[in-house]
């Protein structure tokens, strides 16, 4: 079908069906903002905030993976949530799974968006990944939710989705091109990134079919168990458990247990349940860039122009993957 096509038609083709949307979302957000009630700055700001809590995950990884291993890391930090999750599920009266089903659906999802997730994310910083390019390799999950895992749940995916899904990923190959050299170990790390990928994508889709009615606080409070377990079965294997609780890795964990685990996972819930699903999925669109633009003062990481094109073309790809999206959404209202 798409044989025969030149590169300038290609180009031609994704701004015709980007642009347009990129334009359109620029208006409406703009008169949104300057339409605004002082009574409602704040619902325009939580999404602003979110987007700048979730992108301090990576950086917050960066920060204490230099004092433990990934593993031992991420064993501490779920057991913490869990932890916080079961008292405040206590005290709140919250109810629990009554059937082991139920439990065993929702710590598999645990394994996929926390375990496999997370894991691979802190495997790839570990292994030399920056946290912007880590940021941006793992933004690819709402192209492939859309595109491959989509299907699942009977959505119809478009020529478009696709074209959107094949100039992302060049994108993210572009970004990644620099670790080929080093293939022992940091391309291993864009290797766990991209798993933390698959992770994400898979626990979504699950997430949808077998635990939309779970109480977030006891559900969650499964999940990070699950994960935990999980995390400490792979420390006990292969890492040494050895942890520097130097100061600056307290206060990682703190900010990712904190802030991250309880804090922004509960604003996402929050904005979902807004009424604003597909605009909080397209909210992990602006994480990469803006964990990149905090990564430079605090690590002195830098963007190679290779990675300023291929963000570029993340950019694209999502933009036309979305448009699609809310075209199809608009119909189905209508």
Not at 149 to 177: D, H, K, M, N, Y
Request: charged share 10%; proline share 3%; glycine share 10%.
């Amino acid at each position: 079908m798409w044989q025969g096509v030149s590169t300038c038609e290609w180009a031609g083709l994704a701004i015709d069906y980007a642009l347009p949307d990129f334009i359109e979302t620029l208006f409406l957000s703009a008169k949104k903002i300057f339409s605004a009630t002082p009574a409602n700055l704040l619902f325009f700001g939580a999404p602003a905030l979110f987007v700048v809590l979730w992108s301090t995950g990576f950086i917050g990884a960066k920060m204490g993976l230099p004092y433990a291993e990934p593993a031992t890391f991420l064993a501490i930090r779920f057991f913490a949530v869990a932890a916080i999750l079961a008292v405040v599920a206590g005290l709140t009266g919250a109810a629990w799974p009554d059937n082991h089903t139920d439990k065993a659906h929702i710590a598999a999802v645990g394994l996929l968006v926390h375990g496999i997730y997370l894991g691979g994310i802190f495997g790839g910083i570990s292994l030399g990944v920056t946290a912007g390019d880590s940021a941006l390799i793992v933004g690819m999950q709402p192209i492939l939710t859309a595109v491959l895992v989509g299907p699942i749940l009977g959505e119809t995916v478009r020529a478009r989705q696709w074209i959107g899904f094949v100039i992302g990923t060049v994108g993210v190959t572009l970004v990644s091109w620099r670790y080929i050299d080093d293939l022992d170990s940091t391309l291993t790390g864009v290797v766990l990134c991209v798993v933390a990928v698959m992770g994400m994508s898979l626990g979504t889709i699950y997430q949808k079919r077998f635990c939309a009615q779970m109480n977030l606080l006891t559900g969650s409070c499964i999940q990070f168990l699950a994960a935990a377990l999980f995390m400490l079965l792979i420390a006990v294997a292969w890492e040494s458990g050895q942890v520097n609780w130097t100061g600056e890795f307290v206060f990682a964990l703190g900010w990712l247990v904190i802030v991250l685990s309880l804090g922004a996972m509960t604003l996402l819930w929050l904005l979902v349940r807004a009424q604003a699903a597909t605009q909080v999925a397209s909210l992990f669109f602006l994480v990469p860039p803006v964990t990149a633009l905090i990564a430079w003062p605090l690590f002195g990481e830098t963007l190679t122009l290779k990675s300023v094109i291929g963000m570029g073309l993340v950019v694209l790809g999502i933009l036309l993957v979305k448009h699609d999206r809310s075209e199809t959404s608009r119909k189905e209202v209508g």
